[in-house]
């Protein structure tokens, strides 16, 4: 289902976010963002919050091959067969296994085809510069578009299901 235009909700970003860290299973992150969110989350910060408690109290994954001596509860770092890991992860029965943030984390499992869905926020802004979230080589991947929320301030809320690569038309004359 395709939802357009969804503007009656005001608060719609932090609606979603709430929803999306309830609906989850468990939390994959890179090394940077895991000690980001533990440092504030797992620091208790905000109780009440959906999001904090979903954080605090569902598994926490760790890519890390320097991470030894994790302090927020819940967590296992996965070093060595990291894709080996993930997909075992991943074929456990249940919800979602989600990534926040960790670019590089993103970049690593696209390549490695271990994303099965993507949601992607678009904020009004242009900056300009910064850090790619996609790769700036290698094979390309196919998307379908899923749901598409907006709210009133211009966010857009867009989910895609990775299709495999995808198939080009040629020109012909």
Known sequence: MVRRGTTGDPRGRSAFISQAFQRADAFLFGRRT???????????????NPVGEAL??????????????????????????????????????GGELQ??????????????RLVDQIVLLTYPVVVGQGTRLFPAT????????????????G???QTYRTTGRPRYETATS
């Open 56 to 93: 605090n109290e569902r598994p926490k994954y760790v890519a890390s091959t320097t991470l030894t001596d994790p302090r927020w509860a819940n967590t296992t770092v996965l070093s060595g067969d990291v894709a080996a890991a993930v997909r075992e992860l991943g074929a456990e029965p």
């Open 155 to 157: 966010l857009t809320i």
């Open 99 to 112: 990534v926040w943030g960790s670019g590089t984390l993103i970049r690593w499992l696209l390549r490695h």
């Open 138 to 153: 290698g094979t390309d991947l196919g998307l379908e578009l899923v749901d598409l929320r907006s709210t009133p301030r």
């Open 34 to 48: 895991y000690e980001i969110f533990a440092g504030s989350w797992g620091a208790g910060m905000d109780p009440g």
